[in-house]
């Protein structure tokens, strides 16, 4: 009889562990980089040019490599299953700046955590791809959309099971169960003719039907979904589409109904280089836009997403705390602020005294 009772209490434990290991199969953990601007700095990080680059654009490109290094070791010790990063890979698409980056994304990924990547407006055929020497910006080389998906091919091409060929979207499956759809929403086709990249984004007809597709195929076949793009889909705030339309994906609001529409309940998004989540419903259906902040602009933040199920994530903010850097005495924290805060101040007094023509208001 003991021996019975053994036997059943053995057979009770095995269930539950199995039930337990089943339950964490179910609720992946993921990370969210969102803007990391890397900036190889052997391009230059001195002289008048740099500064005056500065003064349009404060991010902390000196730093940008030895944060990147921070998030690396804190996801690390983290352990998600994967990492997403929705575009602005890079400073300005400079060829060397995404191969020294991809170099860091394989040393996460050799830790065994897989990376996912979508581009940017600042990542594909940017003309303003330059190295800084004194007063000049030399022109360097950039990358194509095709040199694209082969520095990332470990990064989300070769590891997808679906790519739109009108596009750099594409779906993967980084845990059993779970589709991530990244969402190319650039517009970087007439940037080298027009001589700057284009800020603002859009979804072509031909990838939402892709897109569309894939999410039909999902629901068929009982996938839980998760949408990255680096333009945002909802406004954060009453009048954003007004005041910063470029940093919403055209027709934002159609779009983003037609996805929920679909079954997609969550993209997340970069770009506006803030923090912040917002949620649209239309016929009881829930919509979120998880925006993520810049990497390097103050607080530095990145996200921790766990999924418990189809219908519910739990997704927390953490930030960089310390870099292997020169911080001047300060705490990286306080140094970050200081940078920002300072750097806005130059930057506004710099756009009120532009002329009209160049986005002023010539004060």
């Known amino acids: 009889m ?6 059943c209490l053995l057979a009770l434990l095995a269930l539950v562990f199995m039930a337990a ?3 964490a199969a179910k609720a992946p953990r993921f990370a969210v980089i969102a803007d990391p601007h890397f900036y190889d700095t052997d391009l230059g990080t001195t002289g008048v040019a740099f500064e005056t680059y500065l003064m349009q654009d404060r991010k902390m490109l000196r730093e940008s490599e030895a944060i990147l290094v921070s998030a690396i070791q804190k996801i690390k010790a983290q352990k998600p299953d994967f990492v997403i990063i929705p575009g602005d890979l890079t400073k300005d698409g400079e060829l060397t700046s995404h191969q ?5 994304l394989a040393d996460l990924e050799a830790s065994g955590i897989e990376v996912f990547v979508a581009p940017g407006n600042h990542d594909i055929n940017n003309p303003h791809a330059v190295s800084f020497s004194g007063d000049q910006a030399v022109p360097v080389d950039h990358v194509t959309p095709e040199d694209f998906t082969r520095i990332y091919a470990d990064f989300g091409y070769d590891q997808a099971v679906s790519r739109d060929p009108g596009s750099l979207s594409y779906v993967a499956e980084p ?3 779970v589709w991530l759809i990244s969402i190319d929403s650039c517009k970087y086709s007439d940037n080298l003719t027009t001589g700057h990249p284009e800020t603002s984004g ?3 007809d031909e990838t939402m039907g892709w897109v569309l597709d894939k999410l039909f195929e999902a629901r068929m076949r009982g996938k839980t979904v ?3 793009l680096h333009h945002g889909l909802l406004e954060h705030y009453t009048g954003q589409s007004l005041l910063f ?3 919403l994906i055209d027709d934002w609001d159609s779009v983003s109904e037609t996805l929920s529409a679909a079954g997609l309940q969550m993209v997340f998004t970069g770009h506006y280089h803030a923090n912040d989540i917002t949620m649209s419903t239309w016929e009881d259906d829930d919509f979120y836009d998880v925006e993520t902040g810049s990497l390097v602009t103050y607080p530095s933040p990145y996200r921790m997403v766990d999924l418990h199920g189809r219908n519910a994530a739990v997704i927390r903010t953490h930030t960089i705390d310390e870099i292997d850097y020169d911080t001047q005495g300060l705490s990286f924290p306080e140094y970050a602020l200081n940078f920002l805060s300072q750097g806005l101040t130059t930057i506004a007094a710099y756009q009120l005294t532009l002329p009209p023509e160049q986005g002023g208001y010539l004060l």
């Open 245 to 247: 339309a470029d940093y």
């Open 21 to 23: 290991g089943t339950a």
């Open 175 to 177: 845990v059993r169960g």
């Open 100 to 104: 020294k980056l991809a170099g860091h």
């Open 2 to 7: 003991k021996s019975r009772s053994f036997l």
């Open 226 to 228: 998760v949408g990255f």
């Open 202 to 204: 859009a979804i072509s």
